[in-house]
């Protein structure tokens, strides 16, 4: 797999850059809401995994469970949980704190799949504080 910064990869006319998240976690919301992408990668389209779309039939086709993170598509190919994390560092500007911040964390691919578990746990329990329910694109029961 090339990696993120390769130009070739990125080039305008050959990509689609769709986040799909959970729009009902501030976590995720805030963090959607802060991070930018640099102009020469871009427009992100954001997409809330709560609602119908055609990101969400794709992505539960493909059996990815969005309750186990979000998902980044970068041209054909779509990345799930940490590696769409370290993804989406990898394209963000390192303009404003929250940015480079968010560079400094997950610009390594292991150190963001070391933290992303705890990520995850902290996603799960403020959705059960608020009494959200899971986002179950997979219908488990």
């Known amino acids: 797999m090339s990696a993120v910064n390769d130009s070739r ?77 370290h993804r989406l560092s990898l394209l963000g500007t390192r303009s404003g704190v929250f940015n480079r911040l968010m560079y400094r964390l997950f610009a390594s691919p292991g150190r963001t799949a070391r933290l992303y578990p705890l990520l995850k746990r902290c996603r799960s329990g403020l959705l059960k504080v608020l009494g959200k329910s899971p986002i179950d694109n997979l219908d488990r029961k």
């Open 9 to 85: 990869q990125y080039e305008p006319s050959s990509r689609r850059l769709r986040l799909v998240y959970d729009g009902e976690c501030p976590m995720c919301r805030r963090y959607v809401r802060w991070q930018r992408i640099r102009t020469d990668v871009g427009e992100l389209e954001l997409i809330d995994a709560r609602q119908e779309s055609e990101a969400r039939r794709e992505l539960t086709a493909m059996g990815i469970d969005l309750d186990q993170g979000f998902a980044l598509q970068i041209g054909k190919r779509w990345y799930h949980g940490s590696e769409a994390l």
